[in-house]
């Protein structure tokens, strides 16, 4: 199980290249990370996954540019929006990670899109750059929010990933500072663990609902 | 007032944490505003007073944090939140952890790697310039050279003339060339190999 940041921005959407961005990811511990945006590549022994990063509002928009990306090796993660919405992405075939609940309404992510994200196996991300760089109400609501998915989670056992959401090396956080992050969502070593690796169970194929005997 | 003897003191831990970027000029009275914000602001004042941080030192890159001991874990948590000292961008990066500043400093000696060679045209010996695009002092030989250094190689990205300022091993850190408003770039000599 590779330990992954989920999402980084590099330059020329950070300031922070590539390569620079998979050293820094070595030192602080992790094998591998989602470049948003950048093309796929390995440096210095650190994986770096191709990220597609969907901000489209309409479904119809979202679903050309997911077959678009569907023949690719890119991980494909979807802005979420409302309950509606986000249960069409969680119900469309190719998306891999639904991120930004935490900015999305209150009744986006509820147990019925719980369960769809875990039947298809999509991740929801947990943004922990809410944590890091926020204060006050809106880091407060973040924290509210990502407690009621980790109440979910529990549930239904949907895959979470974390991500710092980097525009920079200085944005990065070690492993060790997300497990301690992540220890305010009331979330221990091993849940860390689960979802630091979660970016490698999403193509792992579940079991089938219905299974045919004989 | 009379000292209080060592077992009446309270007992204290010591955080040893690098700056980044390297060459920042760390005020220790900002950085420490800096945590205390980060502290008060994710564990509240009740607790805040309990692990009542203080930066005691900052030498160079690496800069030493005092807390109550038993309470290091939710400082290096809120020190993780640290994201700047007042306009200059920053991360601390958490080291080592001990019960004196010795230790830790030890711990800095064992560290420094030795001098990396420095990209084309570069000397390795060349200062650091800090985010806002100051020249620290630096301590000159006293047998010293006059000879002014090499000027260093301008590198453009995006039209923008760039001039390498930190070199680390494969790290390099370029920064815009200007007095103002000047940004910075993290890259790795391979980048600079492909520009």
Redesign the interface.
């Known amino acids: 199980m590779k330990i992954t940041d989920a999402a980084v921005f590099v330059h020329p959407s950070g300031d922070s290249s590539v390569r620079r961005m998979a050293l820094e990811a070595k030192s602080l511990g992790f094998d591998s990370l989602v470049a948003l945006d950048a093309p796929a590549c390995e440096y210095e022994g650190i994986t770096v996954y191709a990220g597609r990063y969907l901000r489209e509002r309409a479904m119809r928009d979202v679903i050309a540019r997911v077959k678009q990306a569907r023949g690719t090796d890119a991980v494909i993660s979807v802005q979420a929006g409302d309950n509606g919405f986000n249960r069409a992405v969680l119900g469309l075939k190719g998306v891999h990670i639904l991120r930004g609940i935490q900015s999305a309404d209150k009744t986006a992510f509820d147990h019925v899109a719980a369960r769809m994200a875990a039947d298809n196996r999509v991740a929801i991300d947990l943004d922990l750059s809410v944590l890091i760089s926020t204060r006050g109400i809106a880091r407060q609501r973040a924290i509210h929010r990502y407690l009621d998915i980790l109440v979910l989670e529990q549930r239904f056992e949907f895959p979470l990933t974390l991500s710092s959401h980097a525009r920079s090396i200085l944005d990065m956080r070690s492993t060790r500072e997300i497990a301690g992050l992540c220890s305010i969502l009331g979330m221990d070593a091993a849940d860390v663990a689960k979802a630091l690796g979660g970016i490698g169970v999403l193509d792992t194929p579940t079991r089938p609902a219905v299974r045919v005997i004989g | 007032m009379s000292v209080r003897p060592p077992t009446l003191r309270e007992n204290r831990r010591y955080i040893l944490a690098r700056v980044?970027?390297s060459g920042t000029l760390i005020d220790q009275k900002e950085l420490y505003y800096a945590i205390s914000?980060a502290v008060t602001?994710?564990w509240g004042d009740g607790m805040a007073a309990v692990i009542t941080p203080a930066v005691v030192a900052a030498e160079g890159d690496f800069v030493f944090i005092r807390c109550r001991r038993g309470t290091e874990?939710e400082l290096?948590?809120a020190l993780?939140?640290v994201?700047g000292c007042r306009e200059t961008?920053?991360?601390l990066?958490?080291l080592a952890a001990s019960g004196t500043m010795e230790s830790l400093r030890e711990r800095i000696r064992l560290m420094s790697p030795p001098a990396a060679p420095a990209p084309a045209g570069q000397s390795p010996e060349e200062p650091v310039v800090s985010q806002s695009g100051e020249m620290p002092e630096s301590p000159k030989a006293p047998d010293a050279s006059p000879e002014p250094p090499a000027a260093a190689p301008e590198y453009l990205?995006?039209g923008i003339a760039y001039t390498a300022c930190h070199c680390d091993g494969?790290?390099v850190d370029v920064i815009e060339k200007g007095f103002k408003n000047t940004?910075?770039?993290?890259?790795?000599r391979?980048?600079l190999e492909n520009v």
């Open positions: 980044l970027p914000d602001s994710l874990r290096i948590i993780s939140t994201t961008r920053l991360a990066r958490i990205f995006g494969q790290k940004h910075r770039l993290f890259l790795t391979q980048d």
